[in-house]
């Protein structure tokens, strides 16, 4: 059964760093392009960033030199540095695998809300 488990959400104040992180199983992790999404409030879910198979990164252009999207391969874990946090980043964040099949499987999320 194929899990992802994310964590590190909460509160922050604009400017500060928070680190996801998404915990795989069920998947052989190497195989798998993973990648982090977010929903705010009465908006589409949209991509955050997203890393290939083979290491390549892409991110929002919202997030592009805040964020920093990395995995450990040794603990099936993704993560998603966030730095400079401002409050439309506020949302529920998803944590995305995608086969080489093209089969998707998706977190329960993780609330982050930045705000003073």
């Known amino acids: 059964q194929v899990q992802l488990v994310e964590s590190g959400g909460g509160l922050v104040q604009p400017g500060g760093s928070l680190r996801l992180s998404c915990a795989a199983s069920g998947i052989i992790f190497s195989n798998y392009a993973m990648g982090w999404y977010r929903q705010a409030p009465g908006k589409e879910r949209e991509l955050v960033a997203r890393?290939?198979?083979?290491?390549?990164?892409n991110y929002a252009d919202s997030v592009k030199g805040r964020f920093t999207i990395s995995t450990e391969n040794a603990k099936n874990t993704v993560y998603l540095q966030m730095n400079s946090l401002k409050a439309e980043d506020t949302a529920v964040y998803y944590c995305?695998?995608?086969?080489?099949?093209?089969?998707?499987?998706w977190g329960k999320g993780t609330l982050v809300t930045v705000s003073s």
């Open positions: 995305n695998g995608r086969s080489v099949y093209g089969i998707n499987y």
């Open positions: 890393i290939t198979r083979g290491g390549i990164t």
